[in-house]
């Protein structure tokens, strides 16, 4: 049972140059999210999307990009790379059942930008 | 945003219960209190939720106060592998019911 499965684990970028972090999961979802987490503090929402073809900005949107395709993937698109971006990046899905359903998140992504 | 204010920081002895405190004053009457944690270098995982009534499962107990403005998450025997940062968390309908993530609270556990 894979999950919420997100590549690369962990990723070097150079200023200015650009990547995409993948996120899929397996549980036939509708609901995906993508966070950062800074040292010391806790997650904050990114983009997230309420089902395939939608998505919808978080609270730090600025400098990313998303899409969904697909009800399995939800990648996270870095277009110029900054050091501001440097950070751990968390991909999660839930269930459509009620809005209480548990929400079940990666391994994580862990990006320096130099 | 309904918010949730938790200590930084807690210490518990192994085999000992532990009592972590949240307060979520401005909470609304339809929000369910959530409490995740994260373990060093994982992923945050779910522990459990609740609206009004005392909660169990096989991770924990949440206790929530009659007048709703905190909650309280119980873990009866602390294990060593239970160290880790504890988020009591309401949910953003305005984000696709996002999970709200503040500071929460690093409990350590000592043999």
């Known amino acids: 049972n894979a999950g919420v499965t997100q590549t690369p684990k962990f990723r070097i970028l150079k200023i200015g140059q650009s990547m995409t972090l993948q996120c899929t999961q397996d549980?036939?979802?509708?609901?995906m999210y993508w966070y950062r987490q800074d040292p010391g503090m806790g997650l904050k929402l990114i983009y997230y999307?309420?089902?395939?073809?939608?998505?919808d900005k978080g609270e730090v949107p600025n400098g990313y990009n998303v899409s969904r395709s697909t009800t399995e993937d939800f990648p996270l698109r870095l277009e110029l790379a900054a050091p501001s971006q440097t950070s751990v990046y968390f991909c999660a899905s839930r269930g459509s059942g009620t809005v209480n359903t548990e929400a079940f998140f990666g391994q994580g992504t862990r990006l320096t930008v130099v | 945003d309904a918010k949730t204010t938790q200590p930084n920081s807690m210490e518990s002895n192994e085999e000992e219960p532990v009592h972590l405190p949240c307060n979520h004053s401005?909470?609304?009457?339809?929000?369910?209190i959530h409490w995740y944690r994260q373990l060093p270098s994982q992923g945050p995982e779910y522990v459990i939720h609740?609206?009004?009534s005392n909660v169990n499962n096989r991770m924990a107990s949440l206790a929530i106060a009659e007048d709703r403005k905190s909650s309280t998450l119980i873990l009866h025997r602390a294990t060593l592998r239970d160290a880790a940062v504890y988020y009591c968390i309401l949910r953003d309908p305005n984000s696709g019911y996002a999970l709200n993530f503040g500071k929460g609270t690093s409990l350590l556990v000592t043999p």
């Open positions: 549980m036939n979802h509708n609901y």
């Open positions: 609740g609206l009004t």
């Open positions: 401005t909470i609304s009457g339809t929000d369910y």
């Open positions: 999307s309420v089902g395939a073809g939608i998505t």
